[in-house]
Structure formats: structure tokens, C-alpha cells
């Protein structure tokens, strides 16, 4: 079935710990982006990338990294997570000219 | 900072009836607009985009948009239970110095039917 799948589902992390979340879609789509979804705060954009080799900084960016090897992959890495990077992370995809498609998301838990 | 602004809530309507669901946004530069339906713990998921100004029906969603007045809105005819969930508005907007767009999301309207 074609669409965007994450991994893991859902992660506790220790304070400091390096965490990559991953993020995988098969619609062949160029443009790529992960969010993160707050309570009373709406999805907000960390990262986006056009296309592969090239990846671009949303509004909330500090503490997260991305790369865009491929068209297929596009993961997110927390180098040193923190508390506040507790949250609900959310992949999705786009051919660019319309809809954003999510993924199922990743919750984190940050300790 | 580009702002979307979505009736509170959370609003509570009787089955059948009409649940009318308001945005503003900011950024006269928003190419086209979309609503997300989200169920809790769930993802995001498009039930509507419109990019013109005027009505779009789509069997009983109904968005209306006036880019003049910046306002964006989501009809629910004859609403159902199945229709309690959060609802997301979301303009486009083209990211500089490329051809493709981001989205920028409001809060959310939290919508509940009532049978």
C-alpha cells in the first residue's frame, strides 16, 4: 500500500541520548518535510527538503537535524534530546504542486 | 511570523445539523488552502482544498474562501458523529526562492456531534 510509514511508533528517551526518527514514503514524491504537533500549539514545520541533496529550515529547527539521501528517506535526528522535545512528530510528503500526505506519526518522550 | 487563526471551540453540534468551522490568515501571498481532518491520536488526513475565491462542495463538505477578506471556512452539512474530530486549516504558502510550498497550520477547531 503506497503512502508514508515512521518508525518507531512511539520512543522514551533518557535527556542527552541521540535519537534518529525515521521517515519513509514510496510515492516517489519530492518534497519532504517533519512537524511536530503540541498540545494547544498546532503543527509546527522543524524541517523541509525540495528534493533529494537538499533540505531547508522551518520555523522551529534548533536541536534537530535532517538529511535527504534519496527520494524515499528523509530522517530526523535529535544529536542531544531534551525534555522539551517531548512531542508528537509527524512525516509527510508532497509532489510539490498540492496535498500533503502524513504519516502516522512518532510519539516522544523525552525524560 | 505568518498567522492562521481558527475559531476556537470547542464546538458542539446536534446530528444533522450544519457545523460551520471559520480561518483567517494572514499572508496575502497563500496560493491555495486546504482543511485536514484529524481524529485524536491520529494523523492529519485532506478533506478538502480550495484555490479560488468562491464555494467548493464536496458531498457534504463545503469550503468557501475570499482571499480579499482573508477568510477561509468549512461547512459540515447534516454532521454525524463520525464527524467529531479536530479541524485543521492550512494555507499554502510558496517557499522563497523555489516553486514548491509549505503549509502553515491553525490551532485547530475540536468538533464534536452530539447524536
Known amino acids: 500500500i503506497a503512502g508514508i510509514t515512521q518508525a518507531p511508533t512511539s520512543q522514551i528517551l533518557a535527556a542527552g541520548r541521540r535519537m534518529t526518527l525515521r521517515c519513509t514514503q514510496d510515492?516517489?514524491?519530492?518534497?519532504m518535510y517533519w512537524y511536530r504537533q503540541d498540545l494547544g500549539l498546532g503543527l509546527r514545520l522543524i524541517h523541509y527538503s525540495n528534493t533529494a541533496g537538499t533540505t531547508g529550515k522551518g520555523e522551529v529547527p534548533d536541536g534537530y537535524s535532517v538529511s535527504r539521501a534519496n527520494t524515499d528517506d528523509f530522517p530526523l535526528t535529535l544529536a542531544s534530546a531534551v525534555p522539551s522535545q517531548t512531542s508528537v512528530y509527524f512525516c509527510?510528503?508532497?509532489?510539490?504542486?498540492?496535498?500533503?500526505?502524513f504519516g502516522p506519526g512518532t510519539r516522544l518522550t523525552v525524560l | 511570523q505568518k498567522e492562521v487563526e481558527q475559531n476556537s471551540g470547542p464546538l458542539s453540534v446536534p446530528e444533522g445539523a450544519i457545523a460551520s468551522l471559520n480561518c483567517t490568515y494572514s499572508d496575502r501571498g497563500s496560493q491555495s488552502f486546504f482543511w485536514y481532518r484529524q481524529y485524536s491520536g491520529k494523523s492529519p488526513e485532506l478533506i478538502m482544498s480550495?484555490?479560488?475565491?468562491g464555494d467548493k462542495e464536496d458531498g457534504r463538505f463545503t469550503a468557501q474562501l475570499n482571499k480579499a477578506s482573508q477568510y477561509v471556512s468549512l461547512l459540515i452539512r447534516d454532521s454525524q458523529p463520525s464527524d467529531s474530530a479536530t479541524y485543521l486549516c492550512?494555507?499554502?504558502?510558496?517557499?522563497?526562492?523555489?516553486?514548491?510550498?509549505?503549509?502553515?497550520f491553525g490551532r485547530g477547531t475540536q468538533l464534536t456531534v452530539w447524536p
Open positions: 510515492m516517489r514524491h519530492n518534497a
Open positions: 480550495i484555490y479560488s475565491n
Open positions: 509527510a510528503s508532497s509532489d510539490g504542486a498540492s496535498t500533503q500526505y
Open positions: 492550512a494555507p499554502r504558502v510558496r517557499l522563497r526562492g523555489s516553486t514548491l510550498g509549505r503549509l502553515y
